[in-house]
């Protein structure tokens, strides 16, 4: 089983929509958890961190579920550029653990 | 504020060949990262260096992979000698403590 499991998508969506992404992660003890974004031929960058309480950053939103390990992130009102991939993280004490990424396409 | 650099940002080179990938952390960063990124097997940590010191070696795929970093403001992954599945994207990142962990524009190697 992967340490971090993502859904790789694609998720095709309208300009306006609203998406969520999911991801589980295994190690029960992780401490820190973000989002990062990842556009095509691009180094990942981050996009937002996760916390316990859920946090907000304009038309992003980040949840974390300790009791079941799992990490969403929704976006409201899809612009075209957020077309990317999607990678969920995990810190595992020093090092960041990827998920494999869910591809996102928002179409006119 | 300059990123973290990498160099070359393509390698072209034929099976049997030395790859040096280099890399220079962002200044006060104290720890550095290299990944290797396949459509096959997404973003996979290959060593960890803190304080220029190897931590974490244990995704470095076999022997022919080595990776130094002689000083804080450096760092080398060398593959000798390449073989056409080493073709991917290699990252380079840095991390001061636990603060936000940033990557360099990656090396995209191609191995014929």
Not at chain 1, 72 to 98: H, M, P, Q
Not at chain 2, 64 to 89: G, H, W, Y
Request: proline share 6%; aromatic share 10%.
């Amino acid at each position: 089983r992967k340490e971090v499991e993502q859904d790789p998508g694609p998720f095709n969506v309208p300009e306006g929509a609203t998406v969520a992404f999911n991801c589980t992660y295994s190690n029960s003890a992780s401490q820190s958890f973000f989002w990062y974004r990842q556009d095509c031929r691009k180094e990942p960058k981050l996009l937002m961190s996760v916390y316990s309480s859920g946090n907000e950053d304009g038309r992003f939103t980040a949840q974390l579920n300790r009791a079941s390990q799992y990490i969403s992130l929704l976006i409201r009102d899809s612009k075209l550029s957020d077309s990317a991939t999607y990678l969920c993280v995990v810190d595992s004490s020093y090092k960041l653990i990827f998920g494999s990424g869910t591809r996102l396409l928002v179409r006119p | 504020d300059a990123g973290v650099i990498q160099s070359p940002r393509h390698e072209v080179t034929e099976m049997g060949q030395e790859v040096t990938l280099r890399c220079k952390p962002i200044s006060g960063h104290n720890s550095l990262f290299w990944y290797r990124q396949t459509m096959m097997r997404g973003l996979e940590l290959l060593i960890y260096f803190n304080n220029n010191v190897p931590i974490d070696d244990s995704g470095m795929p076999e022997d022919r992979f080595s990776a130094k970093m002689p000083n804080a403001s450096f760092s080398t992954l060398k593959i000798q000698p390449s073989e056409p599945r080493d073709s991917a994207v290699y990252f380079c990142a840095s991390r001061s403590g636990a603060d936000t962990q940033y990557f360099g524009p990656g090396t995209r190697l191609t191995v014929l």
